[in-house]
């Protein structure tokens, strides 16, 4: 059974910085391309940031690259997310995904 859990998010001040993990298990990690989404409060779910299996590409949404930084410890079967530089329209439920499944999700809220 394959299981993703998200841990990390909290409430922040914009500017500030979280990393968000996610441990998976229940399937062969380091065979896997790894992504994170987000959605924000009526809005549609969206990428973040990907990395292929072997951590050598990454991919970012414009929206946050220069801020985030994705990577993965396949020794752990964990995925990360370095937020940095959080700014208020980066408030969204977080998601780790691969491919049809999905964890719970971990809330980041950025206000003053």
């Known amino acids: 059974q394959v299981q993703l859990v998200e841990s990390g998010g909290g409430l922040v001040q914009p500017g500030g910085s979280l990393r968000l993990s996610c441990t998976t298990s229940?399937?062969?990690?380091?065979?896997?391309?790894m992504t994170w989404y987000r959605q924000a409060p009526g809005k549609e779910r969206e990428l973040v940031a990907s990395?292929?299996?072997?951590?050598?590409?990454?991919n970012y949404a414009d929206s946050v690259k220069d801020r985030f930084t994705i990577s993965r410890d396949n020794a752990k079967n964990t995925v990360y997310l370095q937020m940095n530089n959080l700014k208020p329209e980066d408030t969204a439920v977080y998601y780790c995904?691969?491919?049809?499944?999905w964890g719970q999700g971990t809330q980041v809220t950025v206000s003053s």
């Open positions: 229940g399937f062969t990690f380091r065979y896997y391309a």
């Open positions: 990395i292929s299996n072997t951590g050598g590409i990454t």
């Open positions: 995904n691969r491919l049809s499944s």
